[in-house]
């Protein structure tokens, strides 16, 4: 765990709401120095905690329609190809246009976030794109109604 104080947490949370804002008016409203500010980001980016700044895509841009979909293969004749072939699949799965998302778990499933224009166009693509993948035992699809918490992360992660 990385230790951050009050101000690096502050300087994150606007770099978070605008990757934009300059070094001058985040010192101006934390109260700063510029050269303070300057300082503390040159330092969040060498210790590793500042990677790149981004956009997150606005709401015209994003997919309407999400789902969490989870994949679980047969096992192969032989054990051993098993982790072999959720790699293949994976990566496999990652270049396709409407996967925001994909991750293998611990218990050999792939788990994958997937966005689309509207849920027939969503249930067409995993229809034709996931359940016909050769060995799926179980394709599971949790569509996403409302988000709590983190709903930008379709802005994020959104492949163009």
């Known amino acids: 765990m990385v230790y951050l104080d009050d101000l690096d947490r502050e300087i994150l949370k606007l770099l978070k709401e605008d990757a934009r804002i300059t070094i001058s008016e985040i010192g101006e409203r934390l109260g700063k120095p510029e050269s303070t500010i300057h300082f503390r980001i040159k330092k969040l980016i060498e210790r590793g905690i500042i990677e790149r700044y981004t956009i997150v895509l606005g709401e015209s841009a994003r997919p309407k329609e999400i789902a969490f979909v989870i994949l679980e293969l047969e096992k ?10 959720l790699e293949y699949v994976s990566r496999n799965l990652a270049m ?18 997937i966005g689309a224009e509207d849920r027939e166009e969503l249930t067409k693509f995993i229809e034709e794109n996931i359940k016909s993948i050769p ?15 983190g709903e930008e992360i379709k802005g994020l992660l959104i492949g163009i």
């Open 76 to 85: 192969p004749v032989i054990e051993d190809f098993l982790s072999k072939y």
């Open 135 to 149: 060995s799926v035992k179980e394709v599971l699809v949790y569509h996403v109604e409302d988000f709590k918490k």
């Open 96 to 113: 396709l246009p409407h996967i925001l998302l994909v991750g293998k778990t611990k218990d050999e499933r792939i788990i994958a976030l």
